[in-house]
C-alpha cells in the first residue's frame, strides 16, 4: 500500500486515537478487510471538512461539506470499499488496475482509494466542490489520482474499461453505461433507489457469461444528478 505524507498538525489536533477509535468502530460493524482498515487509518478525514465540525470528524456520521452535499459515514465508505476489493478481477489479479469514482465531494474517499487502486479517477459535477476536492488533497501529493469536473452520470469513456467503478449517489434508475465501460471481471458498487422508494445498495459484477447483480442493505446518499453546476 502506498504511503501517504505526514501532513503535521497545524490546527493542533492530535486526530490519529480518534482514528484509532473509528477504525474499531467499523471492524465492529463487520468490515474487516484489513487492507480497507489501513487505508482508512492513514486519511485523515478531519482535513475534509469545515474546521467547525473536525471534532466530528471520526465520529460514525455524515457530515456537510458545501454546496447541499455531504461526506458518506465512514462505516458505509468502509463497507462500499471491501465490496470493490472483491471483485472477481481483484480476486484474480490481486489488484484494481482502474478504478472509476461518481462523486468526488470533498476527496475523502477518493484518497482512501487511491491508496488501495492502481490508477483512480473521480468524477464531480459540482464546480464549487471539485475545486475543494482538489485543494483538501493537494498535500497528500497522490498522483495516481485524478480529479475531473464531468457528469458521472455518463461514467468516463476515456478511463474505460474500469475493474471497479463506485458511485457515491444514488441513482433513480442504474445508468447502463456504468455497466458498459466495466471490464470483464470488473465491479459496480452503487445505491440504486428501490421499489419501496427507499435506497438499497447494488453490486454488480461483469461476468464472462453476463451480469450478476446481487442487492445488498438499504443505505442513504444524495441523489445522482446530471449536468455540471
Ligand atoms: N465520496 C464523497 C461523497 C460525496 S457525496 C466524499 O468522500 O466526500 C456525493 C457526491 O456526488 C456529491 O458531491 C454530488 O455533487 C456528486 N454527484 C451527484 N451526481 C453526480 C454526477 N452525475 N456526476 C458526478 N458527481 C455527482
Known amino acids: 500500500m502506498r504511503a501517504i505524507p505526514y501532513m503535521g498538525d497545524s490546527v ?13 468502530q467499523i471492524r ?3 468490515v474487516e478487510d484489513l487492507r ?12 475534509f471538512v469545515d474546521s467547525a465540525l473536525r471534532v ?9 461539506i458545501g454546496a447541499g452535499q455531504t461526506i458518506s459515514k465512514p462505516n458505509v465508505v468502509a463497507r462500499m470499499l471491501s465490496l470493490l476489493l472483491q471483485a472477481p478481477i481483484y480476486l484474480q489479479k490481486g489488484l484494481h488496475q ?48 485524478h480529479l475531473l469536473l464531468r457528469d458521472g452520470a455518463q461514467g ?5 474499461p474500469f475493474s471497479g467503478i463506485l458511485s457515491a449517489a444514488g441513482a433513480e434508475h442504474l445508468p447502463r453505461i456504468w455497466i ?34 446481487v442487492i445488498m442493505e438499504d443505505v442513504h446518499f444524495v441523489p445522482l444528478k446530471s449536468g455540471i453546476e
Do not use: W
Open 12 to 24: 493542533g489536533f492530535s486526530s490519529e486515537r480518534y482514528r484509532l477509535s473509528m477504525i474499531e
Open 28 to 30: 465492529l460493524s463487520g
Open 36 to 47: 480497507v482498515l489501513q487505508a482508512m487509518l492513514k486519511v485523515e478525514r478531519h482535513r
Open 56 to 64: 466530528q470528524a471520526y465520529e460514525d456520521t455524515s457530515l456537510p
Open 98 to 145: 482502474r478504478v472509476l469514482e461518481i462523486g468526488t465531494g470533498c476527496g475523502y474517499q477518493a484518497a482512501i482509494l487511491s491508496l488501495l487502486c492502481k490508477e483512480v479517477y473521480s468524477l464531480e459535477r459540482i464546480k464549487e466542490l471539485h475545486l475543494k476536492a482538489k485543494s483538501n488533497l493537494r498535500p497528500l501529493r497522490l498522483p495516481n489520482l
Open 156 to 160: 468516463y469513456e476515456t478511463g474505460s
Open 180 to 213: 458498459d465501460q466495466l471490464d470483464i471481471g470488473g465491479r459496480l458498487v452503487a445505491p440504486v433507489q428501490n421499489q419501496a422508494g427507499r435506497q438499497s445498495l447494488l453490486v454488480i459484477d461483469r461476468t464472462p457469461s453476463g451480469i450478476k447483480e
